[in-house]
Each structure stands twice: as structure tokens, then as C-alpha cells.
Nanobody
Framework: QVQLVESGGGLVQAGGSLRLSCTAS????????MAWYRQAPGKQRELVAR???????NYAVSVKGRFTISRDNAKKTVYLQMNSLKPEDTAVYYC?????????????????WGQGTQVTVSS
């Protein structure tokens, strides 16, 4: 019923840009923490960027200054703008967010993952 759907991945040359989008289907999308992760073949999933409920941001050292995380509550979407892409940015990117759900007159908060979108940066 509730899910995160990603889009915007693709193949780009080094130095290029991409914007990833993650839209929530169902659920309450407001003032919740959200983040982007990535996973390359043979490597562990790592945190790329985080947007807190208070509006502050945190970035991995490897992407700081190049990537920007943002949200649009009206569109129930979180974005990851990626500039000056490098071959080492190649990975499957996943969005992650806490979403509220109504059940029996109560609100429950659960954590959700997007399906992942491939980003490939050629040298």
C-alpha cells in the first residue's frame, strides 16, 4: 500500500549531472527524516545524504559539495541532485524515508526503501 518509487537514474559521462526523484505512494509525507543510500557491486550500502526532520542536511565526505538532497512535501517527493559526477559514483541508489500511516484511528510510522535506480558514470 505504501511505497517509494524512484526515477532519474541513467548513464552519464564524468562531469555530468543527474537528478534522482523518489515519490511516496500513500502514507503521510511531512516533516520526516529521509535519506539517499547507494550500493556498488561487492560493496556495502552506504549513506550518501540525509535530510533531518529539522531541515538540516548531512553528506558523505565523498559527495559533499557535489550532491544536494531536498524535498517537496506537496509532491511527496525527495530529490538528489548530483553534479560533477565521477566514475566512483557508479552504484544503485536507494531512497529511504519514514512515512506515517493511519490504522484504527492511530498513526503509525514505518521506515521504507525505494526499489533502487542504477546510476552509471563513464570515464
Amino acid at each position: 500500500q505504501v511505497q517509494l518509487v524512484e526515477s532519474g537514474g541513467g548513464l552519464v559521462q564524468a562531469g555530468g549531472s543527474l537528478r534522482l526523484s523518489c515519490t511516496a505512494s500513500g502514507g503521510i509525507f511531512s516533516n520526516n527524516a529521509m535519506a539517499w543510500y547507494r550500493q556498488a557491486p561487492g560493496k556495502q550500502r552506504e549513506l550518501v545524504a540525509r535530510l533531518t526532520s529539522g531541515g538540516s542536511t548531512n553528506y558523505a565526505v565523498s559527495v559533499k559539495g557535489r550532491f544536494t538532497i531536498s524535498r517537496d512535501n506537496a509532491k511527496k517527493t525527495v530529490y538528489l541532485q548530483m553534479n560533477s559526477l565521477k566514475p566512483e559514483d557508479t552504484a544503485v541508489y536507494y531512497c529511504n524515508a519514514d512515512l506515517g500511516e493511519y490504522s484504527g484511528g492511530r498513526v503509525y510510522v514505518n521506515n521504507y526503501w525505494g526499489q533502487g535506480t542504477q546510476v552509471t558514470v563513464s570515464s
